[in-house]
Antibody, heavy 124, light 107 residues
Framework: QVQLVQSGTEVKEPGASLKVSCKTS????????ISWVRQAPGQGLEWMSW????????HYAQKVQGRVTMTTDTSTSTAYMELRSLRSDDTAVYYC?????????????????WGQGTLVTVSS | DIQMTQSPSSLSASVGDRVTITCRAS??????LGWYQQKPGKAPKRLIY???SLQSGVPSRFSGSGSGTEFTLTISSLRPEDFATYYC?????????FGGGTKVEIK
């Protein structure tokens, strides 16, 4: 079965950088994009970014563009999300999600599979 | 960017009630919409994909309707385990966008 397993809880100081991993299994890694979604405490879900493990193409939400970098390691079927210049409002649970494709329309597998979430706290 | 306006933001209902949640897209998104249920401390769980298709394993009391700009999630008869927060997500174009969420509480 499809699994996405994320790295553990992080506590960071303002201005630091963060790198979260998402190890996948149960499907062909390069056939599906990976999105990153976050949820601040008591708030709704926010889509952040997307990467294609096939060719490295990316899309970003304007709110995080310039501070986030996504990478993939096809040898281990793992995706990574790095967020720099951390601020207190980056405190959130971060999820990796399978999907969508480069053209997201018609990607009906989008959101079927989620990682367990990584809690990130940014505090001095 | 496509804005997803979800309503209501919260509702109180009783076991057995019929519940309807709506998402409105700021422009047409065909049927590129999913509905998600989230319980505290858990990752979201997909209920509906393609606006109207029931995710495997999800009870048939959940249903989705709509296409274009207006979408609805209906719970035909609310059960205790359905008290949660529900979100819609459009995947028609980047950036993907979620609705603001609907918290379903016990009356």
């Amino acid at each position: 079965q499809v699994q996405l397993v994320q790295s553990g809880t992080e506590v960071k100081e303002p201005g630091a950088s963060l790198k979260v991993s998402c190890k996948t299994s149960g499907y062909t890694f390069t056939n599906y994009g990976i999105s990153w979604v976050r949820q601040a405490p008591g708030q709704g879900l926010e889509w952040m970014s997307w990467i294609s493990p096939y060719d490295g193409k990316t899309h970003y939400a304007q709110k995080v563009q310039g501070r986030v970098t996504m990478t993939t390691d096809t040898s281990t079927s793992t995706a990574y999300m790095e967020l720099r210049s951390l601020r207190s409002d980056d405190t959130a649970v971060y999820y990796c999600v399978r999907g969508p494709h480069l053209n997201p329309s018609g990607s009906y597998f989008m959101g079927e599979d989620w990682g367990q979430g990584t809690l990130v706290t940014v505090s001095s | 960017d496509i804005q997803m306006t979800q309503s209501p933001s919260s509702l109180s209902a009783s076991v057995g009630d019929r519940v309807t949640i709506t998402c409105r897209a700021s422009q047409g998104i065909r049927n590129d919409l999913g509905w998600y249920q989230q319980k505290p401390g858990k990752a979201p769980k997909r209920l509906i994909y393609g606006a109207t298709s029931l995710q495997s394993g999800v009870p048939s009391r959940f249903s989705g309707s709509g296409s274009g700009t207006e979408f609805t999630l209906t719970i035909s008869s609310l059960r205790p385990e359905d008290f949660a927060t529900y979100y819609c997500l459009q995947h028609n174009s980047y950036p993907l966008t979620f609705g603001g969420g609907t918290k379903v509480e016990i009356k």
